[in-house]
């Protein structure tokens, strides 16, 4: 039977060294450039990282991605293409990408070179990935997480081209690539910029009680402190504190970063005259617990999200899906989600629930 | 470039859920004096708004080809399931044409009965630059729908460079997010499998404001729509100076005949374009923007 792979996020060298000692078979990397879609400052590899990361992962047999996955526009075309041009010098297996003028530049300029559709194509069917195939002979697509298992299994029955799916990490509730909210509220997005709702823009403002995020002027959330005590400061500790625990020991500034996201902003829906967090649950994706389903419908690959996130997150989230999926192949009638790995996970996003998004109904 | 000729009006899609008798009413009572060259029916968010029946959609077809406007069918954007590939394969042929949100509809080009279509590029194909475009000319579109979020700048370069007419939006709520997720079914707490067509109830969408009561958002079941309406009447002379060949209004409930009308005006040098700004603002009741036009965030507005 042929093993499901498994591709993993790294955000620097480190990172890839950790993904590839706890078990990836493949590891996904960006340039430092808005080519991807995780165009952060201090994120993402130098051509000479990359390098040692290509280096690093053929000398144990595994494979190294590129992922060029933003859409270049007018003037951007070139160094798009010159980041094709130096993935290919650096011997990697695959990259991922989503514009049509990339993978042309590829199939005429570096035609053994294997296309992967990124997720960022929103090829949801298999009409589609049969066109990403015939057009420019992709290999792989990662599809977007918005199918069903049940969907998934109608498109691995009507391709040819070998399928990816998201396994575990960030569970974006928009239709990748259709997502222009950030764009809307900055002027930057990732199909344009390769980040979402940059922390650039990001400001707050905090009085006695609250705290107010605003992202380029526009108010996503107020974080309500203490309605019982004084203030904030005085406050104990109870139920619909949101910003105590991450305020008594000294400011958390991530704290703000990771709730800058629009859809995870709080709004009030004026039609039905609610207020809360309207777009976005507070989970993750973790496929553990449909791990076999996923194997057995055929999928090719596991993907883990999560290039941004820290080293030590590419290769505790690599080792628990590389340990759920040895485990079902050492014996798939036995297979069972091991307590031990929800504990870990719950400690790598703490507050956070897991979910499997739409694979089991929307 | 298209700098000397007139600049065409197309309407889009409908968009939220109207209703047989509304959208009836909406293509064959009032387009009916209007001054459009096309009109774009289906919608492109949920296929379960597909409502219309095969008779009506004929019927609109040739209410509307009488005055002579060309009529188009507007693909969904995200398609997951066979039934909704199979409805467009269906009533495609009723049509003039088909704009193509979807890559996966360009294989269902290979069958004879869709030989004689013509070939929109709708705006969620992400055609974000000339060679893309460029790449899909072996259709024969007739013209481009720019993606929502790109500059003028960008929409020119491709209409010049791909040499493939292009159409941008001129006046609507814009779409700023499509999402596995129906936010209107989860507004009133059900499922989008379970949702009865809830967004019956709701023919103006979900009005999203922030914590601090501004206008932010419009929810139209698995779109989120910009709350402002984005506005290019100002700038007309503008896109016809970068070659645009026809400008989009998306529908809405009521008013779109004035809309149309004062577009039309503006466009012939009939009418000042500040004045026309200020006879629309009534029909725009969370205020203008168009700063996606010039690369801006798309919420802000830029006067001419």
Known sequence: ?362 | MNQDKKINIAIGPAPYNWGKPQLLDFYCRELADTNVQAVYIGNTICHKRNILSRDDLRKIVAALNNRGIKVYYSSLALSTTSEEFNYVKDVAPLFDGLEVNMLGFFNMLKHDEFQNLEIILGPYLNLYNWRSAAYLKKFKPKRLVAPFEISLENAADIAEKSQIPIELTAWGNLSTALSWRCYTARAVNRSRENCDNICFKYPEGMLLKTVEGEDLFRIDGLQVQSAKTHCLVEHLDKLKENGVSTVRIYPQLGHTAEIVDTLAQVLEGKQDAKASLEYLAPYAPSGFCNGWLWGKAGWEYVAA
């Open chain 1, 1 to 362: 039977m042929k093993k499901v792979q498994l591709r993993c996020p790294a955000g620097n060298l480190p990172a890839v060294k950790e993904a590839l000692n706890n078990g990836a078979d493949a590891v996904y990397i960006g340039f430092a450039s808005p080519t991807n879609l995780s165009n952060f400052s201090g994120l993402n590899l130098s051509y000479d990282d990359a390098k040692q990361a290509a280096a690093q992962a053929h000398e144990l047999g595994k494979e190294l991605y590129v992922v060029i996955n933003s859409y270049p526009q007018k003037d951007e075309l070139d160094s798009a293409f010159e980041s094709i041009d130096q993935a290919v010098a650096l011997g990697v297996d695959a990259v991922i990408v989503s514009d049509m003028a990339n993978m042309e530049y590829i199939n005429r300029h570096h035609p053994e070179l294997p296309i992967h559709c990124s997720v960022q194509t929103g090829s949801a069917n298999a009409e589609t990935i049969n066109f990403w195939h015939e057009n420019f002979k992709a290999d792989c697509v990662v599809l977007p997480r918005v199918l069903s298992v049940d969907e998934i299994e109608h498109i691995v029955k009507n391709t040819q081209v070998s399928i990816e799916v998201f396994a575990l990490g960030s569970l974006c509730t928009s239709y990748p690539g259709r997502c222009n909210v950030s764009q809307y509220i900055t002027g930057e997005s990732t199909n344009t910029r390769g980040v979402c709702t940059s922390p650039k823009f990001l400001d707050f403002k905090e009085d006695e009680r609250d705290i107010t995020l605003r992202l380029n002027n526009i108010a996503l959330n107020k974080l309500e402190g203490c309605q019982e005590s004084d203030s904030i400061y005085e406050c104990k500790g109870h139920q619909g504190c949101e910003v105590l625990q991450h305020r008594k020991d000294g400011w958390d500034n991530s704290f703000i970063v990771n709730k800058r996201h629009v859809c995870k902003g709080q709004f009030i829906n004026a039609s039905v005259g609610t207020k809360g967090y309207l777009m976005h649950d507070n989970v993750i994706l973790n496929t553990l617990g449909i791990l076999s389903r996923l194997i057995e419908i055929g999928v090719d690959a596991f993907k883990i999200e999560g290039r941004q996130r820290p080293s030590t997150y590419s290769g505790q989230a690599t080792r628990i899906m590389r340990e759920a999926i040895d485990c079902y192949y050492a014996d798939p009638e036995k297979y069972r989600v091991n307590p031990a790995w929800e504990a870990e996970m719950s400690v790598m996003f703490p507050e956070m629930n897991s979910s499997v998004g739409p694979y089991l109904g929307r």
